[in-house]
């Protein structure tokens, strides 16, 4: 055993807090682009185009079925091999596809399993005073089908907020890389890492706090 | 890409310089040679390549990526050269253009303090032993007589702290940075033996046109740092030694 060197832990903390907004940036373009792609796959499955469907299925398998890290390495390391224009993709873009990918097959299924646990009176209600289904989805379903998902699709952006570490390993200079090259000059790996550790549990817990008023202004309408 | 609008976010824009930016890859990792602290990206490396701009004139950008990408990243294009004691062997040779050598080193058997078993690295038999992925040392391993008989881990990083743990019965990197690990570290360390290959390293360019001309540019300044007695100083305020010259 030897004691924690906490002055040092306290010199790594900012310089590791500046790596937060990359981070953010990372999984915030992520999450809008997974919301996006899930959205468009989720209405989808929901109204199955015959010729696109099972290429919306196959999608949703391969990227729930293989891990995250395997996918990075496949973007980054082995699609330039075939395809040598993606050379060009840095890290970060990288990252963030992969990231994009990967959580939008997983956030389909949460978005069509709402859209589908909207009550089927709902849907008859609106169809019977005349609405479009657009008009249908927009004004009764969607509102209702989001307050559903809400919960998990955070949870997923915590996920993916978590995910960005990995980005590293595509030798992106991210809050878990700039750690592994501080403990490359120091030696003091359980140090740096447990800085690390602790940043991104006060960004999760920062977020959940986010979450329960966001859960609070969707059920303002079943409010008793 | 995305990329470029995440940077904007950041609001890191790229400074303009006047004069032609010369990008450097190396790993920030391997100390002294390129590490981190407190933010700021240092080691002999560092010395010697801004030493190499100012005297060339040329503006010096150091990108850090994982050791075992630099060379792709350099093949494709994503930098212009690696400051990372990157070993002159036959093989890089033939796919690139070498500027003369600024170190020469040699491999050398590191083990865990106390480790009285291993002397050197014809004990390295029936041993697990380290070593930096894609580097020349995996390589100087892998063409030992008796290599099949050692079990050869390799590792992105932190090669000494695994050896350090007992994870490892031993680590394999050049004598200069093991010296000064073992003097600097917290870790238990000890150098095995003598080094057992010498090696000259140099700085990689593309064997392209543009690759050569830089090269030429680069192995110009490091003439002239070599003659005015820069190289030894960066070296003598690293290591205490001259590493920068044929003994």
């Known amino acids: 055993m030897r004691g924690l060197d906490l002055d040092y832990m306290l010199g790594l903390v900012p310089v590791i807090l500046g790596y937060v907004p990359l981070t953010l940036a990372m999984a915030g373009a ?117 307050r559903v998902a809400a919960p998990t699709l955070v949870n997923y952006f915590i996920d993916m907020i978590k995910g960005t570490s990995l980005a590293f390993t595509l030798g992106v200079t991210e809050m878990m890389g700039a750690a592994q090259k501080e403990a490359a000059g120091s030696f003091l790996y359980f140090e740096a890492f447990l800085v690390v550790a602790i940043i991104y549990w006060g960004m999760v817990e920062l977020l959940n706090q986010g979450q329960k008023r966001l859960e609070t202004y969707l059920n303002r309408a079943y409010a008793r | 890409m995305i990329a470029a609008v995440v940077t904007l976010v950041l609001g890191s824009a790229a400074v303009a310089q006047d004069a032609p930016t010369l990008r450097v890859g190396m790993s920030g990792g391997y100390f002294p040679f390129t590490f981190v602290r407190q933010g700021v990206l240092q080691g002999f490396e560092v010395d010697v390549m801004n030493a190499v701009g100012e005297r060339a004139g040329l503006g010096i950008e150091f990108a850090t990526m994982s050791f075992s990408g630099l060379i792709g990243a350099l093949e494709s294009g994503r930098i212009d050269t690696i400051a990372n004691q990157i070993t002159i062997t036959p093989e890089r040779e033939a796919r690139f253009a070498f500027t003369q050598p600024y170190v ?86 000890a150098l095995a033996g003598a080094p057992f290959s010498e090696i000259r390293n140099a700085l990689p360019f593309r064997s392209d046109k543009r690759g050569m001309a830089l090269r030429d540019e680069v192995d110009a300044a490091l003439t002239a740092l070599r003659e005015d007695g820069t190289l030894a100083e960066i070296s003598q305020k690293w290591f205490g030694t001259d590493i920068t010259s044929p003994d």
Not at chain 1, 42 to 47: K, N
Not at chain 1, 101 to 111: S, V
């Open chain 1, 30 to 146: 992520g999450m809008v682009l997974a919301l996006l792609l899930a959205s468009l796959l989720a209405v989808e499955r929901v109204f199955p185009l015959r010729w696109l469907d099972w290429l919306v299925v196959l999608f949703i398998s391969f990227f729930r079925g293989t891990p995250l890290l395997v996918q990075l390495f496949l973007f980054y390391y082995g699609l330039p091999q075939v395809v040598s224009v993606l050379t060009n993709i840095d890290g970060v873009t990288a990252a963030i596809m992969g990231l994009t990918l990967h959580f939008a097959a997983y956030m389909a299924e949460t978005i069509r399993a709402a859209i589908l646990g909207v009550d089927r009176s709902q849907w008859e209600a609106a169809r019977s005073i005349g609405m479009t289904q657009w008009q249908m989805m927009r004004r009764i379903i969607l509102p209702q089908a989001a």
């Open chain 2, 104 to 189: 020469y080193d040699g491999a050398q058997v590191v083990v865990r303090e106390g480790n009285a078993g291993i002397g050197g690295v014809e004990d390295l038999r029936g041993r697990t032993v380290a070593v930096n992925l894609g580097s020349n040392f995996e390589e100087l391993l892998r063409e030992l007589p008796y290599a099949d008989e050692i079990d050869i881990r390799t590792y992105e990083s932190n090669i000494a702290q695994d050896t350090a743990l007992g994870r490892v019965d031993a680590f394999v990197m050049d004598r200069v940075s093991s010296a000064q690990l073992i003097q600097e570290s917290p870790l238990p360390l």
